[in-house]
């Protein structure tokens, strides 16, 4: 049996807001492994600082300016990007909407934060309604919203039609692309629309193994396209050599064809 796969952690919103408001406010081969290490740990001491940063600016905001329902929110995403702080975060995005209602960005936010809480997504999904009530443009919650109704027990069809929607907003949504493939593969009448939106989600991100190895599983399912398949589950794991359900369904694929 083939396993789809997806990314190892889905951010339902990036926070990039909350860093661009900071920055308002052989041994040729050892040399390189070192070199890429050096780059790997100065992006993570950057991102370190940039949380640092982030947490001690809107907290002293926070502290000396508790009305500012933007302060509050922008705390409340900087303590989201520590899965213990998740309950204090949760706690400025309310402040923040008791201060500003009609704030869509908080909501779609709290929903984030809900939405990773068992036994709260319900409240997850009337946030990123709200969200979308207030601001219907907003893509990014059109996203996050179908995200959480994919994993919601016979919501997949209002799922599909939140991604579309998504992407309609934004036809370079590379995540919805492929969120909405995933989804529409599960209906076989509907795969042609699965492929098309895997092939769109590669066309935007070449270097997406998970879409690779997606797109592989469900032309490896449709007579005279299994070399197809082979070629996209060996290009997943040229991308990511450790990817393991690429490798077992490429050894799959090639055990039922006695090899090449």
Known sequence: ????????????RP???VKNAVLRGGRRSLAVLMAAALGLGLLT???NEDYRSALAIWSDTALHRPESWRAQSLLGAALAEDPSRLPEAISHYEEALRLKPDYPEAH??????????????PEAISHYEEALRLRPDFAEAHF???????????????AIAQFEEAIRLKPDYAEAHFYVANALARDPGRVPEAISHYEDALRINPDSA??????AVVLAGIPGRMPEAIAHFKEALRIKPDYADARTNLENVLGDRGGL
């Open 1 to 12: 049996m083939m396993s789809f796969g997806s990314p190892n952690s889905v951010r339902l």
């Open 15 to 17: 926070l990039s807001r």
């Open 45 to 47: 001491a950057r991102r």
């Open 108 to 121: 779609n936010d709290l929903a984030n934060a809900l939405a990773k809480i068992p036994g709260r997504v």
């Open 144 to 158: 996050n919203l179908g995200y959480t109704l994919t994993k919601t027990p016979g919501r997949l069809p209002d």
């Open 210 to 215: 998970e879409a690779h190895n997606n797109l």
